[in-house]
């Protein structure tokens, strides 16, 4: 599934309209370098700004899925220039993948790239204030990891940035019953991500950390999407109403996994107005 996605990306890589010529692009900026700790390797991203970019822009981290063992930052390309052309400078980051890396690695590298996002982020434009993350399959779950489970952020001396989340068809948002209802065999794909300890399972699974305190979330899934998804999801939005009655949720009925994140090369693709939305109202009522 994952490779299919990838040749479909790469494919399209060189599709982009003469418009998107009014995007610049930053490549591989190192955001987590191997000064940071001896166990994850040095990792980039890359910027994505309109030319007009203000330095009052809103800004949005984006996280590739890949059942955390795949995928690339680069591939993402299409999502970046759309954004900044609807006046958000995008954030498009690499992270550790298993099976060398283990989930809380993963998470840890998403944590520094906030950081790197809070302290540099208005060189390329974008207001250090009005930072959101979002991400697709594993990088949702990521994305909701580290947005709900604060300790990822605050570890690196610094208060919780993040306005909000905007997850794409997010998996393994309670990776603790999925894995446990699977019964896999130790070492097997997920496990190599997620490791045999049904302890990490629960510690890594975001459901088991929302609050009253959590930035908003905007949540997509589609309705043809992989099963576990669609279990975890409904599961996820059944406990996050005993916070928030009514979620910021859409289900594309007719939209598969894959299609869920190749949406975004049509620039008029309506999800692209709930994620606007979604910025501007959460941007408003922190404003307040």
């Keep these: ?8 990306l790469l494919i399209t890589l060189f599709t982009s309209s003469c418009t998107l010529l009014s995007v610049k692009k930053h490549k591989d900026i190192t955001y987590l370098s191997k000064d940071f700790s001896d166990s994850l390797p040095e990792k980039k991203l890359n910027v994505f700004a309109s030319k007009k970019a203000s330095g009052d822009d809103k800004v949005l981290i984006f996280i590739h899925g ?15 220039r759309r954004m900044a052309l609807k006046g958000i400078v995008t954030v498009i980051i690499n992270y550790p993948l ?8 993963m998470a840890t590298a998403a944590a520094k790239s906030v950081q790197w996002v809070k302290e540099n982020i208005s060189e390329y434009g974008g207001n250090p204030d009005k930072i959101f993350i979002s ?7 990521i994305a909701a ?28 948002l309670d990776m603790y019953s999925y894995l446990r209802m ?39 899934m589609g309705g043809k999407t992989l099963p576990g998804i669609i279990s975890t ?13 009514e979620p910021n949720f859409h289900l594309q009925k007719h939209k598969r996994h894959i299609p869920m994140i190749l ?9 692209y107005d709930w994620i606007l939305d979604f910025m501007e109202d959460s941007n408003t009522k922190k404003s307040k």
């Design 263 to 271: 949406q975004f090369f049509n620039t008029r693709n309506r999800a």
């Design 182 to 220: 699977k019964r896999y065999a130790p070492g097997t794909s997920y496990l190599k991500a997620f490791t045999n300890d049904s302890v990490k399972w629960k510690e890594s699974s975001p459901i088991y950390f929302i609050d009253t305190n959590d930035p908003p979330l905007l949540i997509m």
């Design 98 to 105: 298993s099976p060398e890396y283990k989930i809380d690695d």
């Design 66 to 80: 890949g059942s955390w063992n795949s995928g690339n930052k680069d591939l993402y390309g299409f999502l970046g």
């Design 233 to 245: 999801t409904e599961d996820f939005l059944t406990e996050y109403e005993n916070y928030v009655p």
């Design 135 to 141: 991400g697709h399959s594993a990088g949702g779950h």
């Design 1 to 8: 599934m994952i490779k299919s996605l990838s040749f479909i």
């Design 145 to 172: 990891l580290i947005t709900l489970k604060e300790e990822y952020i605050t570890n690196l001396g610094m208060k919780n940035p993040l306005i909000g989340a905007i997850l794409i068809d997010a998996a393994g």
